[in-house]
């Protein structure tokens, strides 16, 4: 089974409609991310969250936000979604700050 | 702009040769650096990391080598297979000011090999 796991795979909504991304854990990491990725981009830092009271927002927060539900779950909003939000999602946990990073599976989301 | 970047969006290779990938940092207090790889439709998988107190590490038929020097990473993958056919992203972790640690990812470079 899948360390990190995320929820849809693959959606389609409209503008202005609001949406969540879920993503569970089982590896026990208090550390956790949400990245967007473009076609011929890099990742860019959605936010993140190093333990269940704690929240940060990344390079490009706005129009999201974030729940740390559980040390297993990390799930992200698109308030009123917008066609400049289509792009595919990663989640990612670590362990401690000196390790890498293990990303889902992804969610493909198109926002017509 | 991006503080790591690829020298070479996409690269091919014969399969069985040597495959080279090249990385560029710009924060000199990078003390960490992660290469990934991603197959169509999934998400990166780590491949190797290597912190700043080391030049060199070897896995797997894959070999990271790091220049502080000039601040560039390279990735080298041994007879390159098929399944080797990917993007790979290198990441550096920095610690912007005040903050805590944040991994920054490059574009990628598409790795095709070939019959």
């Known amino acids: 089974d899948a360390d990190v796991t995320q929820t849809p795979r693959n959606r389609i909504t409209k503008t202005g409609k609001r949406i969540m991304l879920e993503c569970s854990q089982t590896?026990?990491?208090?550390?956790m991310y949400w990245y967007r990725q473009d076609p011929g981009l890099g990742l860019r830092l959605i936010y993140y969250?190093?333990?269940?009271?704690?929240?940060n927002k990344g390079e490009i927060s706005d129009g999201y936000s974030v729940s740390r539900q559980a040390q297993a779950k990390f799930s992200l909003s698109l308030e009123s979604a917008i066609p400049n939000q289509t792009a595919l999602y990663f989640c990612?946990?670590?362990?401690?700050?000196?390790?890498?990073?293990?990303f889902g599976p992804g969610t493909r989301l198109l926002v017509l | 702009g991006e503080s790591v970047g690829l020298h070479l969006p996409t690269l091919s290779v014969q399969e069985g040769d040597n495959s080279i990938i090249n990385c560029a940092y710009s924060n000199s207090a990078s003390d960490y650096f992660i290469w990934y790889k991603q197959e169509s439709g999934k998400g990166p998988q780590f491949i190797i990391d290597i912190r700043s107190n080391m030049d060199k590490r070897q896995g797997q038929r894959v070999t990271v080598l790091l220049n502080k020097t000039v601040k560039h990473l390279s990735l080298q993958i041994a007879a390159t297979q098929p399944g080797d056919s990917a993007v790979y992203f290198c990441?550096?972790?920095?610690?912007?000011?005040?903050?805590?640690?944040?991994?920054?990812f490059g574009s990628g470079t598409q790795l095709t090999v070939l019959p």
């Open positions: 590896k026990g990491h208090d550390r």
């Open positions: 990441a550096e972790n920095i610690v912007p000011s005040g903050s805590a640690r944040q991994l920054t």
């Open positions: 990612a946990t670590q362990g401690t700050p000196q390790e890498t990073q293990y």
């Open positions: 969250s190093f333990d269940v009271k704690d929240i």
